[in-house]
């Protein structure tokens, strides 16, 4: 037996010199041997449980999803052989690892259904409850929103009853994501509240405290307050960095989408080549950094041509994509303004040559411009022309002499009312 175990401990040696060899498959194939080894004294079971933990994150590394969900099932089978809180620990973090990977496998939910119901049968009640929240992320990942949030609710119930704080947080920020996603900003933010509530009485995770501060700042930018928004991307930014998370990058992104939004766009530059974000430098980085251009230089064309160059980190970004909408509806709006100003009287097909743009597209912002009052004037469809109104100064004079005959009102109905008391 004690050869057996010094075997396996040489076996684990063997398995670090391939993997810092790169030698992957050699590493996969002896921690599988340590894995499936029949050794069930305590030094072995040790030794077990390192091969395990070591082989899933190398099946994850390498995107062998599969195996890994293979590894999952097979330790479920043998969970009897570690304590109850380790055999938690081992399940929780192969599954987090599977759930973790960037090649999307499409069996997460089928995976984590499988040992959510495993837990209940062994009446693991904590793992069960820590499964549950990873599988209402990964529903809130594959868009499956009212799955996500029916889950949570249960969930959510069980755990106040319990005081499990550090999971209650995680809960209710996962909500807060899913209403977020449809839309629904006021329980987005009530959920969000809950769970900062929450968190301030525990220790938060760098992971956990970056994840409530990336949701804060997408929140703020919703409505428009992109100065506190990018205050709260800078403090996600700090807490993802500190763990090397590659989730530091799209808080990084973040930050500069809120720059260009407040009109800051020059900011962009000296950001990017702080000492901070230059291990970040990448394509994510460059799109934002030609956004920043070209939002500068007030060119629509630019813009475009941007978009269409890094459309994988511009237009499938919802929080990107919503708030690039409206900054090219602005610069659309500046550029129209800009080109008509000379003109009284001027044809839609001439507008639309000097921008550059389908005719269609610019009678319909020129109506909605009219329409939205940003634009004094009219457009005779029927010449195709866009006749543009002097901008004549309201005389005041009426307004002023209707707030006055108000003010003298309520002074005679004072007075009238004191003279009632007198009597």
Known sequence: NFGNIMDTHKQLALAEQYLFKKAINEAVDTLNNIVHSEGKEEEAIKVKELAVLKLGETLAKNGMAQDLGELIVYVRGIITLFTKAKAAKLIKELVDLFLDMESSTGQEVNLCQQCIDWAKAENRVYLRQALESRLIAVHVDKKSYSDALLLAASLLKELK????????????????????????INRARASLTSAKTTANGIYCPPKLQASLDLHSGILHAEEKDFKTAFSYFYEGFENYESIDHPAAVLALKYMLLCKIMLNQPEDVQSIITGKLALRYTGSQLVAMQSIAKASQNRSIAEFEK?????????????????????????????????????????????????????????????????LDKKLHGILDQGKGVLVVFEDNEVDQTYTSALDTIGQLGKVVDSLYNKAKHLQ
């Open 306 to 370: 941007t978009v269409r160059q890094h459309n994988q980190y511009v237009t499938e970004d919802p929080i990107v994509k919503s708030h690039l909408d409206a900054l090219y509806d602005t610069l659309l709006e500046q550029n129209l303004l800009r080109i008509i100003e000379p003109f009284s009287r001027v044809e839609v097909d001439h507008v639309a040559t000097l921008i550059n743009l389908p005719q269609d597209v610019v009678e319909r912002k020129l109506s909605q411009m009219i």
């Open 161 to 184: 009853k319990i005081d499990d704080k550090a999971l209650l947080v995680e809960v209710q920020l996962l909500e807060s994501q899913a209403f977020q996603k449809l839309g629904n």
